[in-house]
């Protein structure tokens, strides 16, 4: 079993940025899908960002224009570059890979984000 780790939670003011990164030690191979979901309190967990490994991106709505991912395959990381925050970004982010189409996907530990006025 690999393990997955995030980093770059923390608290920001809106209006600020913060960047999350997410490694995969242990994992071979270039993964088919990396990205980032959250979950607030009382809300549903929910997609944020996904990348895939031909480099198709998806956003949600509610951070396009406001958020960027990348990855790197070689070291088999992703990061999420989050700027123009807002109070409804609060929440914790999780990072999720999935090594290919038939594999079931693997979270990580999950990274508080909180955004303040």
């Known amino acids: 079993q690999a393990q997955i780790l995030e980093s770059g939670g923390g608290l920001a003011q809106a209006g600020g940025s913060l960047r999350l990164s997410c490694s995969a030690p242990?994992?071979?191979?270039?993964?088919?899908?990396m990205g980032w979901y959250r979950q607030a309190p009382g809300r549903q967990r929910e997609l944020v960002a996904t990348?895939?490994?031909?480099?198709?991106?998806t956003y949600a709505d509610s951070v396009k224009g406001r958020f960027q991912i990348s990855r790197d395959n070689e070291k088999n990381t992703v990061s999420l570059q989050m700027n123009g925050l807002r109070l409804e970004d609060t929440a914790v982010y999780y990072c999720?890979?999935?090594?290919?189409?038939?594999?079931?996907?693997?979270w990580g530990q999950g990274t508080q984000v909180t955004v303040s006025s």
């Open positions: 242990g994992f071979a191979g270039t993964l088919e899908i």
């Open positions: 999720y890979i999935r090594r290919h189409r038939f594999a079931a996907g693997g």
């Open positions: 990348i895939t490994n031909r480099d198709t991106i």
